[in-house]
């Protein structure tokens, strides 16, 4: 079994939000450093963003940001991690999947949900097989889960699409779930 070594995590960029929201955020970076799991992520020192970044970086784990020029002033890039600053969203996006075994998705607004959409968009074209874990605490995500029950039960997609996606509410059993659907090609 291949081993993750790199997980993209998506996540909202905002401080404003619950602080249920940024405590699992700082849980996910501790327990990504933990496992020795390079972090993936926007590059921002705000919001989840920041909070997953900092954690994993002071619990000593490996973190690359990855942003946009346009962000930088809005983002405020987090500057004491590696870091690669890209012209723009396409770039940032394939360089962040490029860069990844697989995906976790925190709460997050509008950005969020377009990132793990369009990652899953990928897969259902069999442009990539890499895992997607979707990480909350009280049920964030659960709304998703429905309108993805009800795209598939409609026949717009396969009933083995529902294997791409996992709800987990700890960092610990969304990263086991992850390793669980990693797939090996040409091995």
Do not use: N
């Not at 327990?31 to 020192?45: F, M, N, P, S, T």
């Not at 990652?119 to 993805?148: N, T, V, Y």
């Not at 996606?165 to 090996?184: F, G, M, N």
């Amino acid at each position: 079994m291949k081993k993750l070594k790199s997980i993209c995590v998506y996540c909202g960029a905002s401080d404003a939000v619950s602080p249920g929201y940024i405590a699992l955020a700082v849980e996910l970076g501790r327990e990504l450093a933990k496992r020795d799991i390079r972090l993936v992520y926007g590059g921002g020192g705000v919001g989840l963003m920041g909070a997953c970044a900092r954690a994993a970086h002071e619990s000593a784990g490996e973190v690359l940001g990855i942003m946009p020029r346009f962000l930088l002033q809005k983002e405020r890039i987090f500057e004491d991690v590696e870091h690669r600053i890209v012209e723009d969203m396409h770039t940032r996006k394939q360089m962040m999947f490029d860069e990844s075994d697989a995906f976790i998705v925190l709460p997050g607004g509008i950005g969020t949900l377009e990132e793990a959409v369009e990652i899953l968009s990928w897969a259902r074209l069999g442009l990539h097989q890499k895992p997607m874990a979707f990480l909350d605490e009280d049920g964030f995500w659960e709304p998703f889960f429905d309108l993805m029950e009800k795209i598939i039960d409609g026949g717009f997609t396969p009933e083995s699409f529902r294997s791409l996606l996992v709800h987990s509410d700890s960092p610990q059993t969304a990263i086991a779930a992850l390793d669980d659907r990693v797939v090996v090609i040409d091995a």
